[in-house]
Every structure is written in C-alpha cells, then in structure tokens.
C-alpha cells in the first residue's frame, strides 16, 4: 500500500493524496480520534495538537477512570456516537430495543485493499488498484456489537478522499439507526468561512459566503430530492482565500435524496461538520445480520485558492465519476422543443423543427413533455407510457424514422418517477402512489409521487418506457422529475419500516436509472428536475449532464452556472439558446450573447426554429460550427472565473484552458455599459507565462504572462448585454 499506512508504533494511520494528507489516530480508551487534513505536512504525524485539560461540564467516559482529562466532548473525532458525553453535533444515533440510544464506539481493527470500494445501489466514485486505495476502519459497540466499519477511498493523483459508513448489526437484537452521517471533519478552529449554494426553481445554486459563528449551521433538504434550495456540495475555506489563493475544503455527497450538512463550531472554538443523509423521516431497523451502507461523500482539499478547488472536483468527476461514454467526447447538438411548443404540437410541427434543425447544423431532435397518454397538459396522463397517436400520428417508430432520415438524432422525455390522478395507471392501481392513510394528498404541478420503493412499481414504469424505446431508435433520454416527494408512506411497508420510505425511494430511482444505462450503454443520458432540482455528484453516476435551471435567460444564468461552476464540471451543465423576450424573465439579449452563455455548457437551443430570422440562422450557424471548433475545452479543460456575477455588475467573464495549455476561450457577457467608459482591463489565468499565445480575431500576439500580469481591456462601448469572445492560440 503506498498512500495509505499505519504506524504500529503510534497508531496513526496517514492518507496522502499527492497535494494533501489526512491523519487519525487511535488513542486511549481506543478512540479513533481525528488529527490533520490539509497540505502534505511529510511525515510529521500532527499529534501535539491534542492537548487534553479538564474541562468543566465536559465529561468522562466511564473507562477513563479518575482522568478528567479525557473527555470526547473536546477530543476531535472521526465519528462521532451519541451518548458519549458529546454534546456537539454527532455522527450517529441509534435506538437499541430497550429504547436507550447511547453509541460507545470505540476501535476494532482495520484493513486495506488495493482499488476503491464500492457501495450497493448506490452511486459511488470507482477506481481501480492503480488509482486508489482503500481503508477500512471498524468501530464497535461493545453492548448492541453494531459494528460500523469507516470506508476511506484515496485517489492521489485527483487529490481525492472518499468516506461512506458501513453499519452491520452483529448483535442478537433489533436497532434502529436514527442517523447515520456519511462523514463527519473535526478542524481545530473556527477561523473560517462557509459557502454553500442556494436558490429556488429557476434560480438554482446562488453562491452564499458566511463566516461561521459559534453554534451550527446548516444546509440541508427534506424534499425527498437533493433540491433547487440547498445544493449537497459546501466549501468551508479560510478567511483569506480567494479564487487563486488560500486553503479551502469542499465537501460533496453523492446522493439524490434528503440530505443534511451541519457544522458546529463548538465552545473551545473547534468546527465540526457531518454531512450525510438527513435524520428528518429516517430509521432504518437492522435486524441481526443486517447491513446498511451511508451514501459517500467526496472530499478536497486546495492550498491554492477555489479554481483549484473547483479543477479538483471537475476533474475527479469526468474521470471516475461519470461513466457514460460521452463523458469527454463530443456530445450531439440538440433542439429540444419545450420552450417552441409546450404541450402544444403534432408530428408535423416536430419534423419541421427537426428539419429546421438539420439545417443550421445541429444533431439531435429531443422530444419533450406531452407525447404520451392523454397529455395536453400537465394535469394529465404522467404514468401512461404510450405514444399518444392522437398528436403523433402514426406513432413514435414512423416520427422517428423521418428524423433519422434527415440525418438528426432523436431523443425523448420522460418522467418515470411520478403519476397524475387523471391516468389510467392512477385509475388501476390508486394505492402505487405515496400516500398517507386517511389523509389528503398534497398535490404539485397536480401530480403525484408513484411509491417507487416498490419492485412492481419500478418494474411496470421501466417495462413501458423501454417497450417504446425498442420500438424505435431513441439515442437519448430526459429524465425529468417535477415535484418534491410527499405524502411519504408506502402502502407496502409496514409502519415500523415508514422511516426507510424516502431511503428506499432513492434506492429505487438509482436501480432505475442503472437498468436504464445497463440496457441502453451508448444511450446519451441527461438528468432534471424542474431544471437543477437534483443537481449532484449522485445524478452524474448515472448521467453526463443535468439540465441546469429552467431558466434560459442568459442574464440570469451567469449566476447559475458560476454556483454550478464550484462544484461540478461545466461539461455537466445543459443550456439551450432560447427564444426572446425571454419566457422565464421577460428581458431580451442579443442572440450572440444567448449562444455565448450556452456555450458554457452542453449547448443547445429551445425555440421554434422554424421562426428564426435569416440572420439569427446565420448567427446559430455560427455558433454551432464554433461550440463544435471548442467543446473539447469545455469537456475536458480547465475553466477560470475570471470575475464573479455576484460582485460585478458591469461585465462577466470566465475562461476555458486546454490541458495543454495550447489553446483558449475567453467569453463573457457585458452587463452595464457607461458614458465615458473605464478601460476594463482581464487578466487571464492558466497559460504559460513564457509561451506566445495569438488572439485569433486581431491576429496580436502576446506572451503568456503578458497576457495573465498586464491583462487585456474588454470591447470598450458595445452596449448592454452584449457578448465578449476572445479565442487565443498557442504559437
Ligand atoms: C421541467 C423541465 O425542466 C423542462 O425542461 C421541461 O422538460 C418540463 N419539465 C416539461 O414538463
């Protein structure tokens, strides 16, 4: 084992990755206690920072007999228990049969393997024996004999460190786990900063910086999905850092569901944070021999600021995160027809916006809501899975072949995961819905969330979908999920087990999607819900791309897709060129400018083509031939925020650098213009100082570093909301 060791003598077991470290320790009473994260300290083992005092009202496990020193209500740990004596924010609870709920976990052994663990059924990083180790810590619980085995993932060239629990009941009776955080991070002080990504529906991942203060704060969701509220990826970061300077941490868990992130900074100024699945609605009963495995959390660390952060995360993601085959190759340009027709169409007005894709260049025709069952609108018909022949007639096959014929790919939506009360499916079987016994149903979008925690359930809704698309050549899927999960009971469950309802409906989402990508391997997968209602690490195991927001409004989508930007690759993020006035905001932006914001990201359009000027064809043209020119940059670069939407009102401009470093994009957007303007002046980042780099539309020539330390000046008056573009070459 080369990055992961333990030292007999010490008890220090040291995790290196190649730019960071991570170091715990078993001490007294064997408790796993936390020591160090952050920048390789060589091997220095960090253990004189625990200093043990006695400590007024914190006290003393039993075992640390007359030594009032000991008290794991300071002691930094890596996971916590309840009822220890740590009053702080804890790892773990479980009730035994008696109705106590104390935890003494204390250390067993461990054990090392070559490759990265995996978790059953659950979305995880992979990796093989020549990209990352693994560590596998066992605590125990003497009494109840829960045995709770710490899985670690090491990936040092990523700079990654994976964590997941496993919780086995090796005992004779019943427990039931109450919480059960995936991680938890003890640091020595509160000195920091918190950012976290909140937002709405079509406002996703707004970037929030707080300073922690005592006490806890938190994120959380208890929408039954990872939600447009509260995204599952945080930053806790020194005071100082910057984009390019600093140390900062980023914390990402691979999960779809309700979720919670805590952090305490607690009375001796110590910060911990657990981030796991939220203990709202949850129990799961571990019978003996059971075994309940956390979802996993992917964490960084960067001593240079949080592009390098962000570069970890992006990086970690496209190479062992997303399996689909798309993940760094071209993707298809598509037309989606939502925002050109709604539910409002039939087969010819589809061919036509097809064929008016084809001829600007573009590669696929995405059919969206509203071709199945009675679905005029969105009352209706989800949970019908069969072509509505009354829109398309002819049904889907002969649509498809004529698409196929002009030379475009087709691709369709679907919304598995949910019913309308006015369905056939509703009509059979009223109890597949979730649904709490006498009480009414709280609707959304006037629909209803189907009790996918039942295997026929799943069964029914997958076998329709795949019959439709066997009966045609359907080369990518939109999997869309409109609502937040509610009336959270399963018929099917007995009511000891309703605590596992949101739980298991995750599980059976993922077992969905994994059939799915199973049976369809060159099937090109993008993920929404509402838009970015489920943007995660745990969607993007399943799928390249996740659409981002559903606005399409290239003003507001520079704030969505910088928050995005932090954690997740842009390659990830789908944004379309949509119609003006814009159907979300009601402002106008030039059609450049609404192909520059969508560049950043997997680009496509949403509008009728068929009403596009002449010149707007010739400037979508353009656009699609460019995008085709650059997108191995945004699949498989570096990307820069050179500025941040949420502190420039004037200009946005952000970067894309290949591996290389023989090629770059500058875009952005210019917000506000003024009289007598400033000279605004960029500096770029990432290129080689000594290299010459060519601006391609002005032919200069300049060195690398001239480019980074003397910056260059923006189109000085082009107006509001007009785009900036510079595409520089190496030499
Ligand atoms: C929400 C999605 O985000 C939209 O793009 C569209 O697919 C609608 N649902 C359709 O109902």
Same mark, same amino acid.
């Given at each position: 084992m080369k990055y992961i060791t333990y030292n007999e003598k010490t008890n220090v077991f040291s995790l290196r990755t190649n730019h960071s470290m991570y170091q715990m320790q078993v001490r007294e009473h064997d408790t796993l206690v936390h020591l160090y994260y952050g920048a390789n300290v060589g091997d220095t083992e960090i253990t004189h920072r625990i200093i043990s005092l006695d400590r007024g009202f914190s006290g003393n496990p039993y075992e640390a007999g007359e030594d009032r020193t000991f008290s794991l209500d300071v002691l930094p740990q890596e996971y916590s228990g309840y #009822? +220890? #004596? @740590?009053? &702080?924010? +804890?790892s773990m609870e479980a009730q035994h049969e008696d109705g106590s709920d104390a935890l003494h976990l204390r250390y067993e052994c461990y054990k090392m393997m070559e490759g990265k663990y995996s978790l059953k059924g659950l979305p995880a990083m992979f990796g093989s024996a020549e990209e990352a180790e693994t560590l596998e810590i066992v605590l125990y619980d003497r009494i109840s004999n829960l045995k709770v085995h710490l899985l670690y993932g090491v990936f040092p060239e990523l700079d990654v460190i994976t964590r997941a629990v496993r919780i086995e009941n090796q005992g004779e009776k019943t427990v039931t786990i109450q919480r059960a955080m995936s991680m938890e991070m003890d640091y020595p002080n509160k000195h920091m900063d918190f950012i976290h990504f909140y937002g709405r529906h079509t406002m996703e991942r707004m970037m929030e910086r707080l300073p922690l203060h005592h006490g806890v704060q938190s994120v959380e969701s208890k929408r039954g999905t990872s939600s447009h509220q509260h995204n599952p990826f945080v930053i806790l970061c020194d005071k100082a850092t910057t984009e390019t300077h600093g140390d900062c941490y980023g914390f990402a868990l691979v999960y779809s569901g309700n979720y919670k992130c805590e952090i305490e900074v607690d009375q001796m100024e110590q910060t911990r944070l657990t981030m796991g699945i939220h203990p709202y609605h949850f129990s799961i009963r571990l019978n003996t021999g059971d075994v309940f495995e956390t979802p996993e959390v992917i964490m960084a660390y960067s001593d240079a600021g949080l592009e390098r952060l962000s570069h970890i995360f992006h990086d970690a993601y496209r190479s062992n995160l997303i399996r689909s085959k798309y993940v760094n190759t071209p993707r298809p340009i598509l037309v989606n027809n939502w925002e050109a027709t709604y539910f409002n169409f039939d087969e010819e007005k589809l061919f036509q916006i097809a064929k008016a894709g084809k001829d600007i260049g573009l590669d696929l025709f995405v059919l969206d @809501?509203?071709?199945?069952?009675? &679905? +005029?609108? @969105?009352y209706t018909g989800l949970g019908d899975w069969v072509v509505n022949e009354d829109k398309i007639k002819g049904g889907l096959p002969k649509l498809v072949e004529r698409i196929n014929g002009i030379g475009m790919k087709f691709g369709l939506w679907i919304e598995p995961e949910m019913v309308s009360e006015d369905s056939d499916l509703y009509r059979e079987h009223p109890d597949w819905c979730l649904r709490i016994p006498q009480r009414h149903m709280n609707r959304s979008r006037h629909q209803l969330n189907l009790d996918i925690t039942r295997k026929e359930v799943r069964d029914h809704i997958m076998g329709q979908i795949f019959k439709v698309m066997d009966s045609c050549n359907v080369e990518y899927i939109k999997w869309d999920m409109n609502r937040s999960v509610d009336n959270v009971y399963s018929m099917a469950l007995p009511a000891e087990r309703q605590g596992e309802v949101f739980h298991r409906y995750m599980l059976g989402v993922y077992e969905m999607m994994e059939q799915l990508v199973q049976r369809y391997p060159d099937l090109l997968f993008e993920n929404c819900s509402g838009g970015g209602g489920r943007f995660d690490a745990g969607m993007l195991y399943y799928s390249p791309q996740i659409w981002c927001s559903d606005n399409t409004d290239a003003v507001d989508r520079l704030k969505i897709q910088y928050g995005t930007s932090f954690g997740y690759p842009i390659s990830t993020m789908g944004a379309h060129v949509s119609v003006c006035p814009n159907h979300q905001t009601g402002r106008s932006t030039p059609f450049e400018t609404r192909g520059v914001v969508a560049s950043a990201g997997t680009f496509g359009f949403e509008l009728d083509l068929e009403k596009l000027t002449p010149e707007e064809k010739e400037l979508a043209r353009r656009q699609i031939r460019e995008y085709k020119e650059t997108e191995h940059l945004v699949q498989t670069g570096d990307y820069y925020r050179l500025t941040s939407p949420f502190k420039n009102n004037d200009y946005v401009v952000w970067q894309f650098v290949s591996k290389d470093k023989k090629e770059s994009i500058v875009n952005g957007v210019m917000l506000r213009n003024e009289a007598n303007p400033h000279i605004h002046l960029i500096w770029l980042r990432g290129l080689e100082p000594d290299q010459y780099y060519k601006d391609?539309?002005?032919g200069a020539v300049y060195t690398g570093a001239a480019l980074m330390k003397a910056g260059i000046p923006l189109p000085v008056g082009i107006g509001d909301y007009q785009p900036i573009t510079f595409r520089f070459e190496r030499q």
């Open positions: #009822g +220890n #004596g @740590d009053y &702080r924010i +804890n @809501d509203g071709w199945f069952g009675k &679905r +005029n609108s @969105d391609m539309a002005s």
